[in-house]
């Protein structure tokens, strides 16, 4: 098998090389249509990315564009607002990056076509600052209401003494008034918050904490502690407050005096507008006290200003707002108060803020007191408890209302509110205040003064003794009460005398303190308050023109004996002729008084009688008990 190999015989091939070159032709062709497509496709995917670019782009630009306009719209609201300075810094700088937040939200879910990380977190930041925008305008609108409303309560001293004491603060320090700064912010539900930043604030701080050491410089102790100097607002909860308080002098933030006689007085207004309501008003649009609820007439003698003559003298027909009238208008409205206040939300802290704002009233411990015309605990319900009827003068005696300290009853089984008597106690106080406001205290309508001829009257009208003289003696009896003294000299005053109780006794030696006496010397207040000491608070007391006023002298029985009354009117008058005929008067008065009980004793003789023909026993006692009376009358005039 040696040998066995051998060189082939060598083939020519004349095609190869023209199916290499068609392969190889047919490869670049290949590869070049490749290129070619990949080119086409790479141009065409560049040509979509330039207009997506463009179209973020105009989204991008519209957004900002958009969100510029509302910042510089909200910037310029601001500044008309009257923010400036650090507030206005502050504000811009917090809103700028909120503007940022909801910009950089607003590109995401624009350029989105899906879902994608964050997706509803944008979406809710969207909405609340859609929420945001919307509202922001009316809330400093309310904001810009609610710090005139305050300046305004500040300036006519309306602020209540409970009211929020770091918004007081927050006042003071916007309005330059304190030292300290504002500083505003958006929240992250969109809200805004301003801090106030003062010395102030520290201050409230440490008082409410009760830490009030403060050591000397330089003495060893304990270290001063550190206490917070800011106070932070959520201003849309105060804007919120402002707007829908059911309160309208109570809210967290500001806290108002509710002045209950202003309040009827603008009530009474109101129904005077209706004619179906004006009857329920006690006075006019003017203010004045309504015709129906004034007094009659009184005749009114007094000196005469526009006189050098000491004894000149001057007569005014006055009417005065009469008390006795107005009860039944007072008792109404204080009731429709008492439903109102008590029914408020926070009411009982309106109640107490009104009660510790008033001037008149007084705090002892859990109780409030308040002085009113009246005595024994009790308001005047009469226009005699208030004025002498014939000065017109207030007369002085008052007493104390007294009020307890506010509680809600929680275990009341029935409608009463209050614990104890702090209702009724309320009510009362809300009747002054209704008294106050009808014109109980202040209102009078007087005529044109004209002058008082008292020489013409002194010769001429014998009547005026005959008539104050026969209302002494026709008072059953032979004595007079206080009130009945005071009731006949209402009607009648003689030469202008005038009837003076206690306390405008005590005024009238008061104003004479600083006089010079008779010998010369001053009147001092210890000789004031002398003669103060020596007259009786139950007494009363008679003057006229310049005498010296004298009281009336008392019986045992704390009466006044006629006979001595009539005495006291008697030397009112000066010169014989006079007293002789008020001596005149008197007698006549006496004579006709002796008269009517001498047949009055007749008659009582006679039913005893006749009682006793009729075996009625109870007749016969009740005449024989009339018969004592009458002649024990009878005894004492004599």
């Not at 995917?45 to 105009?58: L, T």
């Not at 001057?314 to 029914?343: I, K």
């Not at 003696?473 to 009460?481: N, Q, R």
């Not at 005929?581 to 008269?595: F, G, L, P, R, V």
Request: aromatic letters at 8%; hydrophobic letters at 30%; glycine letters at 6%.
């Amino acid at each position: 098998m040696a040998g066995a190999y051998e060189n082939p015989a060598q083939i020519v091939d004349t095609k190869s090389g023209q199916m290499i070159g068609a392969a190889l032709a047919s490869i670049g062709q290949s590869i070049g249509k490749g290129i070619e497509a990949k080119s086409k496709a790479e141009s065409k995917a560049f040509a979509q990315y330039e207009k997506v670019k463009q179209q973020n782009f105009k989204i991008d630009t519209s957004i900002d564009i958009n969100l510029s306009k509302q910042q510089n719209a909200m910037y310029q609201n601001l500044e008309k607002e009257g923010y400036v300075g650090v507030e206005l810094d502050t504000m811009k700088d917090s809103a700028d990056a909120k503007f940022k937040q909801y910009g950089d939200a607003l590109k995401r879910t624009s350029k989105a076509t899906g879902d994608y990380d964050g997706y509803k977190n944008d979406l809710n930041l969207i909405q609340k600052f859609d929420n945001f925008i919307v509202k922001n305008q009316d809330v400093f609108g309310s904001l810009a209401a609610f710090d005139e409303d305050y300046n305004e309560n500040i300036k006519t001293g309306k602020l209540s003494s409970d009211t929020n004491p770091e918004m007081k603060i927050f006042n003071g320090v916007s309005n330059k008034a304190l030292k300290g700064n504002v500083t505003w912010a958006i929240n992250d539900n969109f809200e805004w918050e301003a801090t106030v930043n003062s010395e102030n604030i520290n201050d409230l701080n440490r008082t409410r904490s009760g830490y009030l050491k403060q050591p000397f410089d330089g003495e060893p102790g304990e270290e001063m502690r550190e206490f917070k100097g800011s106070y932070t607002f959520n201003m849309n909860r105060v804007a919120e407050a402002y707007n829908t308080s059911e309160n309208p002098f109570n809210n967290a933030f500001m806290s108002t005096k509710a002045n209950v006689e202003t309040i009827i007085r603008q009530e009474s207004l109101k129904n005077n507008k209706n004619e179906n309501t004006a009857n329920l008003s006690a006075i006019t649009n003017n203010g004045d006290t309504k015709e129906s609820y004034l007094t009659p007439a009184i005749g009114i003698i007094s000196d005469d200003p526009n006189s050098e003559d000491p004894r000149a003298r001057v007569r005014q027909e006055v009417q005065f707002a009469d008390v006795g009238a107005l009860n039944d208008v007072a008792t109404r409205q204080a009731d429709q108060q008492y439903n109102y206040f008590s029914n408020l939300p926070a009411g009982i802290n309106t109640i107490i803020d009104m009660l510790e704002d008033d001037s008149a009233v007084q705090r002892k411990g859990n109780k409030f007191t308040i002085t009113v015309p009246g005595a024994d605990g009790k308001i005047a319900t009469t226009t005699k408890g208030v004025r002498n009827l014939n000065s017109g003068k207030l007369l002085g005696e008052t007493t104390e209302l007294e009020i307890d300290f506010p509680e809600y009853d929680e275990n009341s089984s029935n409608d009463e509110l209050f614990k104890g008597d702090f209702s009724d106690q309320l009510k009362e106080y809300f009747k002054f205040k209704s008294f106050a406001a009808n014109g109980a205290y202040s209102y009078s309508k007087a005529s044109k003064p004209v002058e008082y001829d008292r020489i013409k009257l002194e010769e001429s009208e014998e009547t005026s003794y005959n008539d104050l003289l026969a209302k002494v003696f026709s008072v059953e009896g032979g004595s007079l009460t206080k009130d009945q003294i005071t009731d006949i000299f209402a009607t009648s005053s003689p030469d202008g005398a005038l009837i003076m109780s206690y306390g405008e006794m005590k005024e009238d030696i008061n104003a004479n303190i600083g006089n010079t006496q008779e010998d010369g010397t001053t009147f001092t207040k210890e000789e004031a308050q002398q003669e103060i000491d020596n007259i009786n608070e139950d007494d009363i007391f008679i003057t006229q023109g310049d005498k010296p006023p004298v009281a009336f002298r008392k019986s045992k029985n704390g009466t006044y004996d006629k006979n001595i009354v009539a005495t006291t009117i008697r030397n009112l008058f000066t010169g014989e002729a006079e007293q002789g005929k008020a001596d005149t008067a008197i007698k006549t008065e006496s004579d006709k008084n002796i008269s009517s009980l001498n047949k009055k004793i007749a008659k009582a003789q006679a039913d005893i009688e006749k009682a006793k023909r009729q075996n009625i026993q109870s007749a016969r006692i009740t005449a024989e008990e009339e018969l004592k009376r009458l002649q024990a009358q009878l005894k004492q005039i004599k």
